[in-house]
């Protein structure tokens, strides 16, 4: 590959290359509207307001799902989450570092258990699909 002959092989089977993953038009799309989502504020702005309106009692479950769910906001949830859990938590006399580790933790682990179907699974998708018709070509696999 790193000689005149196989940098050649790169240039010239790129866009078959390309064209032919089965993820790269799903994932492209996905990221399209999460960047957009992400650079104009919708995620950061859409966790700040369910917080603070969230009744005391429920915090702790509010956040725990808004770190989950925060998967589909790209890595916004595990940077703005748990410092503003910190502060709640210290608004509401509990102790920031638990706050910080349970909204930090929720978000990690929103990237691999999530209540819905993020940029993750679209990518995953378009490889357990031929790999179910391997097995049985006549099971179909939808999302």
């Known amino acids: ?3 005149k002959d196989g940098l050649m092989m790169i240039l010239n089977d790129s866009i078959k290359n390309f064209s ?4 790269l038009g799903l994932v492209l799309a996905v990221m399209l509207g999460i960047g957009v989502a992400e650079k104009t504020g919708y995620f ?4 700040v307001q369910v917080v603070h309106k969230a009744p005391k009692k429920f915090i702790v479950t509010v956040i725990i799902i808004i770190g989950i769910l925060g998967n ?4 916004a949830a595990p940077i703005v989450l748990p410092p503003l859990t910190a ?31 993020g940029m993750s699974d679209a990518l995953l998708y378009a490889f357990t699909k031929p ?7 006549d099971v179909p696999v939808n999302v």
């Open 1 to 3: 590959i790193l000689s």
């Open 44 to 47: 950061d702005k859409l966790m």
């Open 20 to 23: 032919e993953f089965p993820a």
């Open 131 to 137: 790999a179910t018709q391997i097995v049985a070509k």
């Open 72 to 75: 589909a906001a790209g890595d």
């Open 87 to 117: 502060m709640v938590f210290i608004k509401l006399g509990y102790h920031p570092i638990a706050g910080l580790a349970m909204a930090y933790a929720s978000a990690i682990g929103g990237f691999s258990a999530n209540f819905m179907i």
